[in-house]
């Protein structure tokens, strides 16, 4: 296992793997290849000074989708964007409320073709609201939450395009360590709309499941991933299986954090696979308070609830060096009301450089609805500093040659110089400091220029450090390529 070590050189940086194992760094250097390598921790990172690791927040843009059909309500939830081509398709179930194990909760799907105008399209398959001039897609326990996922497995059949699970545990005692009949059934479907069950009975049974409960095929290591909900100590927490054919699971495994992070609700994860750097996993968690109340007479159950930000390079060991919100519920007083502000499992790339998420409002409110967001593309985090100039250096890499890559920003009088070293530390003649003029901008994708050019196919296979001086700057991700 590549580098745990929580404090190499004059800075720590966070540990990215808890497990004993991965306490001893590797005397193999890191191997990043040509893949985008963001800053959502500080993997690369083995010294600073003067920089930090920076959450950046994203913009909140116009509303969607309103939950306001018959066949849709007030407690609609678990929202699920699927990026098909251009075509957008949102996910939710539809629900007015009730038991989680209601017959009458449906499957919903909206559809679009920018991420940003969503319609209903009238499918005419299942009676909901009276009417199957709707946008129902299944009806049945297991839409109390239906999470779907496009299957990019090269191996996967056309009739099995798209992949969900759906399903809860039945009421009784121990229900939440999963010792009831019920459970996660396996769907698919060629179209995202035609769904049909693999199996008649559930594939994954050991769990709480009362929440999103997703999966997607981990194309990084060739295997099918979940994510599902448990409780651990009575407190609300995440799961993570593996399967080779998405009906045979391995156990659970719960996540890991490391040493000193607190316990705390997480409702639902939300997590993928970061869209430019598919080894990443990307989690934002919708976290629960549940005793607070903020809003009387409300008819709902007590709590409030926001988004988080955190990441695993493994999907079990889970790093979060931003404890704070990653969304908060702002000053709408319906946004502070239970179950409100849960991110949607999905990311939108409709170009123009930002991608686009997707979080829900007032839920258990008449005006129930799904908003969108906005961060830059591959900006969740970054390597920031500010007016007094710093800087950090990585651990030693294997240069994969062609061109060395930025998405950065600076501020008018800011910029990033880049310097490479040997394995020793020691400047490359034709790569130090002094052989670059600052880079300075707002770039998704530039090339770091020397004097000498950006050509890197000298030092194609050496093992290499990066030495990047900052100032007014944030680089979000980097990456070795043409």
């Known amino acids: 296992m590549r580098r745990a070590n929580c404090s190499v050189g004059r800075v720590k940086s966070p540990c990215l793997y808890f497990a004993s194992a991965a306490l001893v760094l590797a005397a193999a250097p890191f191997e990043p290849g040509s893949r985008w ?10 010294e600073k000074r003067g ?3 920076r959450l950046h927040e994203p913009v909140r843009r116009e509303i969607v989708l309103k939950t306001d059909k018959p066949w849709e309500g007030i407690t609609c939830a678990y929202f699920t964007v699927i990026q098909d081509g251009t075509k957008a398709r949102l996910y939710y179930r539809g629900s007015s409320g009730g038991s989680d194990h209601s017959d009458a909760q449906v499957t919903c799907v909206a559809e679009s073709e920018d991420g940003i105008h969503f319609t209903r399209p009238a499918l005419g398959l299942i009676e909901a609201g009276g009417t199957k001039d709707n946008n129902v897609v299944w009806r049945g326990v297991e839409s109390h939450n239906f999470a779907p996922f496009l299957d990019t497995n090269p191996a996967a059949r056309a009739d099995e395009r798209y992949k ?8 009784g005692k121990n229900w939440k360590d999963g010792e009831t009949p019920g459970g996660l059934y396996a769907f698919a479907s060629a179209d995202g709309i035609h769904w049909r069950k693999l199996r008649p009975e559930p594939v994954i049974t050991r769990g709480a499941f009362d929440s999103q409960n997703l999966a997607l095929w981990d194309a990084a ?10 409780f651990a100590n009575n407190v609300r927490a995440i799961q ?3 399967s080779a054919d998405f009906l045979a699971w391995s156990d659970g495994t719960p996540h890991r954090y490391a040493p000193g992070v607190p316990a705390e609700h997480f409702y639902t994860s939300a997590t993928i696979a970061c869209p430019t750097a598919p080894h990443i996993f990307l989690s934002f968690p919708m976290r629960f308070a549940p005793t607070r109340v903020t809003l009387k007479g409300h008819k709902g159950g007590p709590g409030t609830s926001d988004a988080v930000f955190m990441s695993s390079r493994d999907g079990v060991n889970w790093d979060r060096p931003f404890r704070g919100a990653w969304v908060r519920p702002g000053p709408d007083a319906k946004n502070w009301t239970e179950r409100s502000n849960m991110t949607a499992c999905g990311i939108y790339d409709g ?3 930002e991608w686009s998420l997707y979080i829900s409002e007032h839920y258990r409110h008449p005006d129930h609805r799904i908003r969108r967001l906005t961060v830059r593309k591959q900006g969740f985090a970054s390597m920031h500093a500010g007016a007094e100039a710093g800087e950090f250096t990585t651990h030693p890499l294997v240069c994969a040659g062609g061109r060395l890559r930025f998405n950065f ?3 008018a009088v800011g910029g990033i110089r880049v310097e490479i070293q040997d394995e020793h530390g020691r400047a490359i003649p034709g790569f130090a400091l002094a052989d670059m003029a600052e880079m300075f901008g707002d770039k998704l994708d530039a090339s770091v220029a020397w004097k000498g050019g950006v050509d890197l196919s000298a030092l194609r296979g050496r093992v290499i450090r990066l030495r990047v001086s900052m100032r007014e700057a944030d680089l979000y991700a980097l ?3 043409e």
């Open 351 to 353: 170009g123009e450089g």
């Open 479 to 481: 990456r070795f390529g």
């Open 37 to 46: 390598e963001p800053f959502v921790d500080e993997f690369l990172v083995a």
């Open 240 to 242: 993570s299986m593996t």
């Open 409 to 411: 920003a600076t501020s």
């Open 164 to 171: 969900a699970l759906g399903g809860v545990k039945q009421p």
């Open 221 to 230: 290591r060739g295997r099918y991933a979940s994510f599902s909900r448990i």
């Open 51 to 53: 920089v930090a690791l």
